[in-house]
């Protein structure tokens, strides 16, 4: 660790030198933050994105309106974490279900977050410290983007900010005997924390281990004390969920059943990183549980509770790391390094495609990220490294969070909350860049700045695409604006997609799709070849090229297609098998439409009227054996 001169010793601060003396920063601080995320909002007020839900967003507003409608008990155990969904439900109870009110009471949220992460950075550090921490956090592009998201991460950032901040105050009171009930507030915190985060959990041996160490000294009778008030605050807000997941599941299920599926999705012998569905093409929601479900029950050949479910998963996941242990240390070796590369992986929304819709998230964004920050926050580890027995808790959650994130499988809205001691640091770290600066001690300075350069290098490797990142955004965009029927937009969002991907077989499928619905078969079928070009195992693709093709009465290239679809899925749709058998009736080739109507028949085309009255068959049903195959499927 490099060593630099001795900086000004940390001081504890009380609650009111925090507060009431020197209040009008941290005003400023939530002014400050309320403003730009005004800002943003109204940039993209008028756009699309603003009304389309993508992803985990449509879930959590389908699971509000669900407790709205049926009540806030629910009927199954809870799957997801449940503090959002019924977040949501309080705002379409008590005002309306609109999302720019619900933007709006996120924006309050996360400009609360600020003046927390403020409040906190003043007692770990120094006022100024804390000052530069809120605006710091105020500035972040994904601080911006993730509050006004319709998803929890404005949530898990402030229950971060609230427990650093509730830390803070504990560890730097003189009297360590009060304010007891200050444990059950931090064991509250990180409940609430886990109902938003399940990865969250983490943070609760995390924090006891730090209760542990810290108040060594005051002897075990107060560490108990202590430790016992934070079960207080965890029993509060725990007991109620585990209770209404026993009583409705029959089960004890601390939290949510979700355990399994996700370690399994983030650990099997084929994880990446990345999120990957139990099936290819279920990446939707809707399936998620359900997929978890039926192939853990058809493996077993039983009906399964939520528990063995999740157990199911974990015992699958950890037998593929028992069989490639070697393997399975490579893919931690690489998610280890994912949690700490700028690039912001997405799932349905991608930071990057906001930035074509606001003008000031793209200059945030530009300027200040994660590729910027970590490098800062390394600068205020090494300035701090004299007063580590004071700030070690603070970089202890930091790594344990970021852990618990790599343990899984990687998303930028899941590392987001560990920007909040990441951000104490570099706060840190500015604050005595500009003192060194300002008593022209440059020399201290050397050492620092190599390691933020050497950290900056590490956080921005090229490892992960940009442009990938960002076209699935596109996608789901067109994927929305298509089903709403507006076809122009659509298809702008969906080139969009394919300039950034130009390998996204499902892009260049739906624009085909547009096209059809455009009434333009040429176009269609460009768009199809092109999808499966990318990806020839694509049957949903193959298919509708070989629709437009037989449309157009080129049918000998659209039989083509199905019998490829149909060589590798023979049990895709009968209705190919019976389009084949109508090619060859015309074509007058009967031996051959009779092989593919009874294939048509055995795969499931009961349509016995269309069959005997249908003119493309003519040519079959002159011959004997055509009744006779009628006769036998009955």
Known sequence: MVMTEKPPQLKASSTSSIWSHSAWPFLAIFIFALALRLIYLFEIIDHPIISILLGDAESYDA??????????IGERTFYQAPFYPYFLALIYTIGARDFILVRLVQIVIGSASCVLLAAA??????????????????LYAPSLFFDLLIQKAVLAMFFMCTLL?????????????????????IGATLACFALVRENALILVPATIIWLIIHFWKSGWRQILIKGTFLV???????????????????????TTSQLGPNFYIGNNKEATGFYRPLIWNHSDWKFERIDAQNLAENDLGRELTPNEISDYWLAEALSDMREDPANWLRLMGKKWLMVWNSVEISDSESIYAHYRFSSLLNTLGQIFHFGVLFPLASI?????????????????????????VALFFIFARYRYP??????????????????QVQSKHLKGLAGSALVALLSATVVNWPMISKAKMEAPTHFNIGYELERRDELD???????????????????????????????????????????????PNNWDARVNLGIVLWGLGRKAEAVEQYKQVLNNEPDYNPSLDYNIACYYALAGQTRQGMEWLKKAIDHGHNNRELIQTDPDLENLRKLPEFLELLKSSQ
């Open 232 to 254: 207080v605050g965890l029993t509060i807000v725990f007991f109620p969920v585990t209770l209404r997941n026993y009583v409705i599941g029959g089960e004890f299920v601390l």
């Open 380 to 404: 205020g580890i090494c300035f701090g490294w004299r007063d580590r027995r004071q700030l070690w808790g603070v970089a202890w959650l930091w790594l344990c969070f970021a852990a618990s």
């Open 165 to 185: 901040f509730l830390l803070s105050k504990i560890t730097h009171l003189k009297n360590h005997r009060i304010r007891l009930g200050v444990w059950i507030l």
């Open 489 to 535: 937009t659509a298809q702008d969002s969906y080139l969009t997609s394919v300039e950034l991907d130009s390998s996204s077989t499902i892009a260049y499928n739906n624009l085909g799709m547009v096209a059809m619905k455009q009434k333009r078969p040429e176009e269609a079928i460009t768009y199809f070849s092109k999808a499966v070009s990318a990806k």
């Open 121 to 138: 950075g003043a007692r770990f550090f120094d006022k100024k410290s804390g000052w530069v921490a809120g605006l710091l956090l105020s």
């Open 418 to 435: 560990m920007v909040a001691p990441m951000i104490l640091f570099a706060a840190s770290g500015l604050t005595h860049i500009y003192q």
């Open 63 to 72: 699971w509000a309106q669900e407790i709205v409608q049926k009540g806030w």
